[in-house]
């Protein structure tokens, strides 16, 4: 298996903390991997140690069988042979040259000019990332790290710096930029919505361990652990229907009784008595046309392959 | 007018200032980045010409560079010549008294570049000298011009390590602010005052030019 990029190492970062992950990810299989937990859980660190920016205590770290780090054999690799792209969360482009020279730090003008097409930069060229917005400073840093062609791309937590209506917009647009880059990249995150909608592939980290890895559509439960374990739908999987006999490909269907009717903007969060809580975020379009109100009866529809299991444990 | 001890003093300056800039921004570089643990000892080490008087490091430097030190044996080896009263002696110890001049300006100028630009450069595979050449310099651009004017205005006005490595040599090693103090001894006031009131404008216009630089480079590139 040379696909692959295997990280096992431990760093202490206080008395009281300390990061160990343990990490296989298959990058054919993953081209986009969603590294997701609580804040201060660990995630920067990890990635920081990926990139060669922080030094673990122990372990070692191989990607596609060349060592990029091994305690035992003293291999450390300065961050410029690894040649990981890493995007820092405020994207730390350059402030003094211009958004076209910032592209072409580290690549030919050809190559830059060529990506600063594909990212619809090419009239911002002649600026300085000062003046430019947070959406545009996010694809010019992801053209500047792809420009230096990454064999590896580390983002720590790329959306965060936007505003939530950019957000939510360019959340799409980065899987397509990253899928585009063709380049295997891991994406800290403690956003759920947004971890489900960038990756294909997720690791949980909590409390600076990694407790799970999975393919994002079946998160699934250690194999090792046993214990109760949490049936988890998203909120945005979940279908209502006045209908109950329509025939539908979905399988899973709830009566239930709606409890309140939240909306939030575009959207409307809907709480269901299935017996059990159950969320369901519609469009507010669909609540309206629904007539949604506080005691009625509906039915929740959920596809299968929506219904998660995660160890009660491992994510409070 | 003493024009010949101007001369000196500005030859002496520029001399010093380029040597400062060679080598305190490599020192400086270390200093803000290093993780070693005893760099303090070496911090206080640059900034000791801060605090100590010049006759004491004047006399040190006049042992360390006599012909029976182990540098004054040496330097007479290579080139014949003897460094105490020499101008080679007090470009040595001008170098030494106005080290920290350059050093702690551009340290903290180095100190104030966001770390994240750096490993970002790092990360795009540039190396740690390309990365220092083409964003730590660039960035502190204010700090090395503060440390290099400040460093040449120390020179031009220093006295006490003149006096004590360098003499009262015409033309070799008499500076302005020697100049000065010869013709107040001689009570000569009229030149006292001419060089003073030159050395005076001198320093002002040089400061002044600083400040007005550093706030156009700041306007440009505003650091955070």
Redesign the interface.
């Known amino acids: 298996m040379a696909d692959q990029l295997i990280c096992q190492c431990r760093k202490r970062l206080s008395k009281a903390f300390e990061v160990e992950a343990d990490l296989c990810l298959p990058l054919h299989q993953a081209p986009v991997t969603v590294l997701f937990g609580p804040s201060g859980s660990g995630k920067t660190t990890l990635l920081r140690m990926l990139?060669?920016?922080e030094r673990p205590d122990a372990g070692s770290i191989v990607f596609r069988e060349s060592p990029w780090f091994d305690a035992a054999r003293a291999i450390h690799l300065?961050?410029?042979q690894r040649?990981?792209?890493?995007l820092?969360q405020?994207y730390?482009l350059?402030?003094?040259p211009t958004v076209a020279e910032n592209v072409a730090?580290?690549a030919s003008r050809e190559t830059a000019s060529k990506l600063l097409d594909a990212f619809g930069l090419t009239d911002l060229a002649a600026r300085k990332p000062?003046a430019i917005s947070g959406g545009q400073q996010q694809r010019v840093a992801l053209a500047?790290?792809l420009a230096?062609q990454p064999a590896l791309l580390l983002l720590d937590e790329p959306l965060s710096a936007l505003d939530a209506p950019t957000r939510s917009r360019t959340r799409y647009e980065l899987r397509r930029m990253l899928l585009a880059g063709g380049v295997p990249s891991i994406v800290v995150t403690h956003d759920r919505m947004e971890a489900v909608a960038l990756g294909d592939w997720m690791a949980v980290m909590v409390e600076g361990r990694i407790r799970q890895t999975g393919p994002v559509q079946i998160q699934c439960v250690d194999s090792g652990e046993t214990g109760p374990v949490l049936a988890c739908i998203r909120a945005e999987d979940v279908a209502i229907t006045r209908q109950m006999d329509r025939v539908s490909s979905a399988r899973n269907r709830l009566a239930g009784r709606v409890r309140a009717v939240i909306p939030e903007g575009a959207l409307a969060r809907v709480e269901l008595d299935c017996g059990f809580t159950l969320v369901a975020l519609v469009t507010a379009q669909s609540a309206a046309e629904l007539v949604l109100r506080e005691g009625e009866n509906v039915s929740a529809v959920v596809k299968a392959t929506s219904v998660h299991l995660a160890a009660h444990t491992s994510l409070q | 007018m003493d024009w010949q001890a101007i001369w000196l003093s500005v030859r002496l300056a520029a001399s010093t200032t380029a040597i400062l800039l060679a080598l305190g921004l490599p020192i400086a570089y270390w200093l803000t980045f290093s993780p070693r643990r005893w760099k303090f000892l070496v911090e206080a080490l640059v900034a000791l010409p801060l605090v100590l008087p010049p006759t004491v490091l004047g006399f040190y430097l006049l042992l360390a560079m006599g012909p029976r030190s182990p540098l004054g044996a040496l330097y007479a080896r290579l080139t014949g010549g003897m460094l105490p009263f020499s101008f080679q002696g007090l470009l040595l110890a001008s170098v030494l008294y106005s080290f920290p001049f350059t050093v702690q300006p551009v340290a903290a100028a180095f100190a104030g570049v966001d770390r994240k630009l750096i490993e970002a450069s790092w990360c795009l595979g540039v190396s740690r000298a390309a990365t220092f050449r083409r964003v730590v310099v660039p960035l502190s651009l204010p700090g090395i011009a503060t440390g290099a004017i400040l460093s040449f205005a120390h020179t031009l006005g220093e006295f006490g390590v003149v006096l004590m490595v360098g003499g009262n040599i015409s033309g070799v090693t008499r500076t302005v602010s020697i100049s000065i103090y010869d013709s107040v001894q001689a009570l000569n006031y009229g030149a006292a005052w001419a060089t003073s009131l030159f050395l005076l404008c001198v320093s002002f216009t040089v400061l002044a030019l600083t400040y007005a630089l550093q706030r156009r480079i700041w306007a440009v590139w505003p650091i955070n």
């Open positions: 990139a060669g920016l300065p961050p410029r040649r990981a792209g890493f820092f405020d730390a350059f402030p003094h730090y580290a000062r500047r790290a230096a």
